[in-house]
């Protein structure tokens, strides 16, 4: 009994780690699901938009195209806002440098490469992996695989345990034991 | 050692409470994005005087020495409590300080120095922002030091302050100047 509530200590401690590790991540990894709401709905973003966008919303695939690039860049003055929602100023005008570039035939990998270049890897909302990064992507996995590696080791030292090292069952309500504790089990006759 | 097993998420615990407090004490404004162009060369720029629209100052003209570009408008409020000190700051003759006046207009702005004292050698007008966004800039006021081949070696985002420019820029440029 003290194993298993050391056990279920140390899964709450890892329980408690993952989510915190894990939200070090959020702005990191936006769900694509948004991103792509965002760029699969450029033309009727538009109207939402600061008049400096209207101009060139006549070109929807452009308008598409530089939403899908800047909803992965995070907007310098609004921090939590992506530079496609951004109704900043350095925003709109971020948002007609990318339509100047994608028209100049610049690839998104470009486009990326000339922000961080100005703003570093934070404009980034999927920061690229390398060593100062590790941590960042990994952690949540190998907190994982601890936690799951201790769950195996755990339960399989309780399974080789004898009968008379558990606690008995509860009683039924009828006032006899669910199971008769001293009688072989199935699981345990090895 | 099986006996301290029990001690586990004591220590997790006590982990992530350090990072927690580490981050509370650092006092780290998350605004503060560290620039990617320290010490990187500035990138090239070659607009008009504020004061002088026939006359045109490129960045080549400013390799040789060590010079300061301080980004700040008319509309900008931060610039109104930074620009007492920066005033005060060029009586030194430190360095030559140069103005890069983002997404304004040439009258306010003008009028805006001839009312609060004009603290530079000369401002750049930077009418659509775009050597704003090459220097990265996202808040104005920002101010860089750039030294005599052209290198950013420092970079304040925000309002200057006496101690900044005292505990900073001045250590910087004897060392730059040395």
Same mark, same amino acid.
């Given at each position: 009994?003290?194993?298993?509530?050391?056990?279920?200590?140390?899964?709450?401690?890892?329980?408690?780690?993952?989510?915190?590790?894990?939200?070090?991540? %959020?702005?990191?990894?936006?769900?694509?699901?948004?991103?792509?709401?965002?760029?699969?709905?450029?033309?009727?973003?538009?109207?939402?938009?600061?008049?400096?966008?209207?101009?060139?919303?006549?070109? %929807?695939?452009?308008?598409?195209?530089?939403?899908?690039?800047?909803?992965?860049?995070?907007?310098?003055?609004?921090?939590?806002?992506?530079?496609?929602?951004?109704? $900043?100023?350095?925003?709109?005008?971020?948002?007609?440098?990318?339509?100047?570039?994608?028209?100049?035939?610049?690839? %998104?990998?470009?486009?990326?490469?000339?922000?961080?270049?100005?703003?570093?890897?934070?404009?980034?909302?999927?920061?690229?992996?390398?060593?100062?990064?590790?941590?960042?992507?990994?952690?949540?996995?190998?907190?994982?695989?601890?936690?799951?590696?201790?769950?195996?080791?755990?339960?399989?030292?309780?399974?080789?345990?004898?009968?008379?090292?558990?606690?008995?069952?509860?009683?039924?309500?009828?006032?006899?034991?669910?199971?008769? $504790?001293?009688? %072989?089990?199935?699981?345990?006759?090895? | 050692?099986? !006996?301290?097993?029990?001690?586990?998420?004591?220590?997790?615990?006590?982990?992530?409470?350090?990072?927690?407090?580490? !981050?509370?004490?650092?006092?780290?404004?998350?605004?503060?994005?560290?620039?990617?162009?320290?010490?990187?060369?500035?990138?090239?720029?070659?607009?008009?005087?504020?004061?002088?629209?026939?006359?045109?100052?490129?960045?080549?003209?400013?390799?040789?020495?060590?010079?300061?570009?301080?980004?700040?408008?008319?509309?900008?409020?931060?610039?109104?409590?930074?620009?007492?000190?920066?005033?005060?700051?060029?009586?030194?003759?430190?360095?030559?300080?140069?103005?890069?006046?983002?997404?304004?207009?040439?009258?306010?702005?003008?009028?805006?120095?001839?009312?609060?004292?004009?603290?530079?050698?000369?401002?750049?007008?930077?009418?659509?922002?775009?050597?704003?966004?090459?220097?990265?800039?996202?808040?104005?006021?920002?101010?860089?030091?750039?030294?005599?081949?052209?290198?950013?070696?420092?970079?304040?985002?925000?309002?200057?302050?006496?101690?900044?420019?005292?505990?900073?820029?001045?250590?910087?440029?004897?060392?730059?100047?040395?």
């Amino acid at each position: 009994m003290a194993d298993l509530r050391r056990l279920l200590a140390a899964l709450l401690a890892v329980a408690a780690v993952v989510p915190a590790v894990a939200a070090q991540a %959020p702005d990191a990894a936006p769900s694509s699901a948004s991103t792509a709401a965002v760029a699969a709905s450029a033309p009727a973003t538009v109207k939402f938009e600061a008049p400096g966008a209207r101009l060139t919303a006549a070109d %929807p695939a452009l308008e598409a195209r530089m939403l899908a690039i800047t909803g992965e860049l995070r907007c310098l003055v609004c921090q939590n806002q992506t530079i496609a929602d951004s109704h $900043a100023d350095l925003a709109v005008d971020l948002r007609q440098e990318v339509r100047e570039m994608l028209q100049k035939g610049r690839t %998104p990998e470009q486009i990326r490469k000339y922000m961080t270049d100005r703003y570093g890897d934070f404009v980034l909302y999927r920061p690229p992996l390398k060593p100062s990064t590790v941590v960042l992507w990994l952690g949540p996995v190998v907190l994982l695989a601890v936690a799951l590696l201790a769950l195996v080791v755990v339960i399989r030292k309780r399974a080789r345990l004898a009968d008379d090292q558990f606690e008995p069952d509860p009683m039924l309500d009828d006032g006899t034991e669910a199971v008769d $504790a001293t009688s %072989p089990r199935p699981g345990n006759l090895a | 050692m099986k !006996a301290l097993k029990f001690l586990i998420p004591l220590v997790v615990f006590l982990v992530l409470a350090g990072f927690c407090a580490y !981050a509370l004490v650092q006092n780290h404004d998350p605004h503060e994005v560290p620039s990617p162009l320290i010490d990187k060369p500035a990138p090239e720029f070659a607009l008009t005087r504020l004061d002088q629209p026939g006359q045109t100052i490129h960045r080549a003209d400013m390799l040789g020495k060590v010079w300061m570009l301080n980004v700040w408008a008319s509309w900008c409020e931060a610039c109104r409590d930074e620009h007492p000190y920066l005033v005060e700051f060029a009586k030194l003759k430190a360095l030559p300080i140069y103005g890069l006046d983002y997404k304004d207009q040439r009258e306010p702005a003008q009028a805006w120095l001839a009312e609060r004292g004009n603290p530079y050698d000369a401002s750049l007008f930077d009418a659509n922002g775009r050597v704003g966004i090459d220097f990265g800039v996202y808040g104005v006021p920002e101010t860089f030091v750039i030294d005599k081949q052209g290198v950013i070696r420092y970079k304040k985002i925000g309002a200057l302050t006496p101690e900044a420019l005292r505990d900073d820029v001045l250590p910087l440029l004897r060392k730059l100047n040395g």
